[in-house]
């Protein structure tokens, strides 16, 4: 019987803003989790296909092209489309969560980040060690 390592969860952090991504990879790493990062969403379905994330944490504010449209990318690529995408914005305001999700997100995480819900949040779509927040 084949164990499922939990080092083989991988996580592609979509984050323009070099703080937050240093947050998301420590918060990740420190649960045994695999981060690819980039700052850049024009790269983001090369870096899918090429490390195949079990899931993509995606800045909804990102400089040239909105996290959105590049999750509308993701989600109408036949290889790709089956990764869900975790919504990250600053912008959680009354109706933005449906916008997001019609937007192609299967999930959305309100910054500044409450490091409990976002752990929450990752364990719902990946294995990890244990993410339960202390």
């Known amino acids: 019987m084949e164990r499922v390592s939990v080092s083989a969860s991988k996580v592609l952090i979509v984050e323009d803003n070099e703080l937050n991504m240093k947050l998301f990879h420590d918060l ?29 944490l995606m800045d909804i504010q990102l400089p040239e092209i909105s996290g959105l449209d ?36 299967e999930d959305y995480i309100s910054k500044p980040i409450s490091v409990g819900h976002f752990l929450e949040v990752i364990q719902k779509y990946i294995q990890t060690k244990d993410l339960k927040s202390a």
């Open 28 to 56: 990740l790493e420190a649960h045994g989790v695999e981060t690819v990062e980039t700052r850049d969403g024009k790269n983001v379905l090369e870096l899918a296909r090429q490390h195949k994330p079990d899931l993509i």
């Open 70 to 105: 590049v999750t509308k990318m993701l989600k109408e690529d036949e290889e790709l489309k089956s990764i869900p995408v975790i919504a990250v914005t600053a912008f959680a305001m009354k109706g933005d969560e449906q916008k997001i999700r019609e937007g192609g997100c």
